[in-house]
């Protein structure tokens, strides 16, 4: 039986993926992103499916927790750092590598009086302006970190950039030259390369690049296809029809009735909406695929239904449904809604259920 609403899980794609990023970055070690439930793909699985990976990332110490609680066992950096010496003390105590950001940190690291070492990723903010210290402040920062007997050394570094995946290359290229005057000189592991960096500047690879959308098979870049760069779509999204029924021209469908059929049309109901994750403001004319063909979404997305013009397909009750994935990438979805792949990706709810294909 096809569940109402499900997402497959290609972990296949995702080492396919995790090669083109070694292809890329052939000298670099591989930090790779799977913050936000590795952006709605399954925390846990993707962790083990990324097997040779040398690190993991993930936004919060919750997320680096569960990961130590599953047995992840390589090394795991969060990237928004800690709040408080509780959460600092928590953090050490679940081997977690810290991103430092702001002089707060410094304060509690400078007071810590435990027995446990820090393992510290020190961040230069050269232009995303959002965490990080600005280069005015850095060494003073940095000569702080390095009088601190349970910091190790040396000390890694990083940066973020704000606009890789643009056409103009100059503010990657600018933060890349202020990163590098930066710390060229200071001898700990550096990272600045994203997914969009690590294909359009490889020159930005340095000792780690940090692969986020890339690992499952998105292309980071508005005008340019995953296929093209060679990634694989990791997850497909996928319901089934529950109802086929005929409509006659002038007639209106789904609320507010924003669609009119201009003839008679067949109508199929699928079980999916923005209660699974789907977009809620994807246009009439979004693409779906109802048994590998390709129809037209109508009228407006409600919670858990959404209705499809089936034209000359042969759709019935219970038929497949492709809302992305193989054959349909999610840019396109995402382009009919106004959005980025990130946050349909990341937007799959808890009642889709999750499956390795």
Request: glycine share 8%; hydrophobic share 45%; net charge negative.
């Amino acid at each position: 039986m096809i569940p109402a609403a499900y997402a497959s899980i290609d972990l296949e794609a995702l080492k396919h993926n995790l090669m083109r990023v070694r292809q890329l970055a052939p000298a670099a070690k591989v930090m790779a992103v799977i913050k936000a439930n590795a952006y709605g793909h399954g925390l846990l699985q993707i962790a083990e499916g990324l097997g040779d990976v040398d690190a993991v990332a993930v936004a919060r110490v919750d997320e680096g927790k569960r990961l130590r609680e599953s047995g992840f066992s390589k090394r795991i950096i969060i990237l928004e750092g800690f709040v408080g010496e509780a959460e600092m003390i928590e953090l050490l105590n679940f081997d977690l590598e810290m991103v430092v950001h702001s002089v707060e940190q410094v304060n509690v690291i400078e007071q810590y009086r435990g027995s446990k070492q820090i393992s510290v990723w020190l961040k230069l903010d050269t232009g995303m302006n959002r965490l990080g210290f600005k280069s005015a402040e850095f060494s003073s920062v940095y000569e702080r970190l390095l009088d601190c007997q349970c910091v190790i050394q040396p000390i890694s570094l990083m940066t973020h950039f704000s606009s890789a995946d643009e056409i103009d290359k100059s503010p990657t290229e600018q933060q890349m030259a202020l990163f590098e005057q930066a710390v060229g000189n200071y001898p700990g592991e550096k990272s600045a390369a994203n997914s969009a960096a690590i294909i359009n500047f490889p020159m930005t690879a340095a000792d780690w690049v940090r692969p986020g959308v890339m690992l499952y098979g998105v292309s980071p870049f508005v005008h340019e296809t995953a296929n093209k760069l060679n990634l694989k779509p990791v997850m497909s999204f996928y319901s089934r029809l529950i109802s086929v029924k005929q409509i006659e021209k002038g007639e209106a469908v789904g609320y507010a009735g924003t669609w009119v059929a201009q003839k008679p049309t067949r109508l199929g109901v699928v079980a999916i909406g923005y209660g699974d994750g789907y977009p809620r403001y994807a246009e009439t004319g979004t693409p779906v695929l109802v048994n590998g063909i390709r129809v037209s979404l109508v009228g407006r997305v409600s919670m858990d239904m959404m209705t499809v013009d089936l034209g000359d397909t042969n759709g019935k009750v219970g038929d497949a449904v492709t809302l992305w994935g193989e054959g349909l990438p999610v840019e396109e979805i995402a382009s009919h809604s106004n959005t980025i792949p990130y946050t349909l990706l990341c937007g799959i709810t808890q009642r889709v259920k999750i499956i390795n294909s």
